[in-house]
């Protein structure tokens, strides 16, 4: 694995950071793309226009087949910079449509999520079974050309704006519970499914309940293998750890607790000449930098068509913890400001 970028790749960093300082307002922190969807939806509609959003797609999907690594600078930016600009539709569900879909579920699917004219929610946990998603019991039942949906899902972030969601759904009670599985697509507007907000302690409306009472599915929309649906979503997971945002955010992070030890006095000195203080921002920067080169290593495996089911577990899990970390470090330093 090399460890710089090539010299296009870097001119490419520096176009995106040119566009991100006119695009965006100098005091700009970073919205809660749930909270306030009007204001990130032009800005990822600009992206679009530029082919950014998909740049390592097919051209046939609305992509530029440019190279992995190019992808990776491009979310590294956005990520740095917090700005929403992929979701999960564009990083988690289009490539696995691309894997595992049909013709026809490319040519529908596909474009309009490279157009940014489509929002889409991920159906998976359930109120028993979060961590131990296999025991999941909404279930989905053969009717003709249709699966007729009941049960429910819970914590579906962006449910309430999501045009459609891709989910989950129990096909075989008697198989084994890794089995009998089917990965399915559903429109939002089908009759019987109902979204109920769940308000968070900020006051924020990011998580909701959705409730299937009846709701019909057309079998065009399966995706995969009929009961081996728990596949295709573990591998839709994957591209979701992979990620190199939970660096580059903890990154930027780091940089801000850096500047506020800096700049604020703490009984007579300044936070940054206190030996504690500096030795956890000092882990906190090896962290950052390990959690980087890991997820540089699974974009390099992408651009060598490798497999990278294990690096994405690792970086998922060390990016997962680092991002606690970190966030305990600004507590510990901030008080009860914190």
């Known amino acids: 694995m090399d460890f710089a970028f090539p010299h296009e790749l870097e001119e490419f960093r520096k176009e995106i950071q040119t566009f991100v300082k006119q695009e965006l307002p100098d005091d700009w922190t970073g919205v809660d793309e ?137 096909t075989d009670q008697d198989a084994p519970k890794h089995r009998g599985i089917s990965f399915l697509l559903v429109d939002m507007k089908t009759p019987g499914l109902e979204v109920r907000p769940i308000i968070n302690m900020a006051n924020v409306h990011g998580f909701n309940q959705l409730f299937f009472d009846n709701v019909r599915v057309p ?33 930027k992070t780091l940089e801000e607790l850096v500047q506020f030890a800096r700049e604020t006095n703490w009984n007579g000195q300044t936070l940054s000449k206190n030996p504690t203080t500096r030795n956890r921002l000092a882990d906190m920067a090896i962290e950052v930098e390990v959690a980087r080169m890991i997820s540089y290593h699974i974009g390099w495996l992408q651009s060598e068509g490798e497999v990278f089911n294990r690096e994405a577990s690792m970086g998922k899990l060390f990016g997962s913890e680092m991002t606690q970390r970190i966030f305990q470090t600004g507590m510990s330093m901030m008080g009860l400001y914190g």
């Open 34 to 170: 749930d909270a306030n969807p009007e204001t990130i939806r032009p800005l990822r509609k600009k992206l679009s226009d530029k082919g950014w959003l998909t740049i390592a797609w097919p051209k046939e999907y609305g992509g530029m087949e440019a190279p992995h690594l190019q992808q990776l600078v491009f979310n590294e930016e956005m990520a740095y910079n917090r700005v929403p600009a992929a979701d999960n539709a564009i990083t988690m569900l289009g490539p696995i449509l691309m894997m595992e879909g049909t013709d026809e579920q490319k040519a529908t699917f596909l474009p309009p999520i490279a157009n940014a004219d489509v929002r889409w929610a991920q159906g998976y946990s359930e109120p028993g079974s979060g961590s131990d998603l296999a025991s999941l019991q909404t279930r989905a039942v053969e009717d003709g050309d249709d699966f007729i949906i009941n049960g429910t899902k819970i914590w579906t972030s962006g449910a309430h704006h999501a045009d459609w969601l891709f989910m989950m759904a129990r």
């Open 219 to 251: 079998k065009r929309n399966l995706v995969g293998e009929y009961n081996r649906g728990w596949y295709v979503g573990a591998r839709l997971l994957d591209f979701e750890r992979s990620g190199v945002g939970r660096s580059a955010g903890a990154r």
